[in-house]
């Protein structure tokens, strides 16, 4: 009896672990053009076909202007698993704002599709970079073993 109460608790511990996100960390390898003070994803864990919103918080050091891109990648073993890619500006704009964003605004919040093609339940290194219309890294964030899951 006690064998099956240890598995269950460990089971337990397992699912309650897994709703965590994992810790986000900067992966950018040299200036950027807005300092983050925070990230988040939300909701985590992220479900596949509906939408998970990133908030970030900080300061821009230059407006972020028309072809600013947003590129989304996990990886699983080191292979890439899943890819995104959109158009800041118009994920910015279906929210009501409009290109060019100004140094003032502090806060953004943009909210994309988790593709159908998203791995279910496998554990990947998740990079989210920004590039501003000029090229620049607007930011880049990274966690590892971030879950997406059939909700």
Known sequence: ??????IA????????RSQTLPPIT?????P??????????????????????????????VPL?????????????GRVVY???QDVCTLLASQGFSCPIPITMTS?????????TAPANVPVALTVLVTNGNGNVLF?????GVIAKNC
């Open 108 to 116: 953004i919040t943009v909210c994309v599709l988790v593709k159908p």
């Open 26 to 30: 900067n992966c950018a390898t040299g």
């Open 83 to 85: 890819t995104d890619n």
């Open 32 to 61: 950027t053009d807005l300092t983050i003070d925070t990230f988040t994803l939300a909701p985590y864990p992220l479900c596949i076909n509906q939408n998970v919103c990133a908030t970030g918080t900080g300061q821009l050091s």
């Open 140 to 144: 880049c964030q990274a966690a590892n």
């Open 1 to 6: 009896m006690k064998i099956f109460a240890t």
């Open 65 to 77: 202007i028309q072809g600013a891109k947003l590129a989304i990648t996990g990886r699983y073993g």
């Open 9 to 16: 608790a460990l089971a337990c511990l397992a699912v309650a």
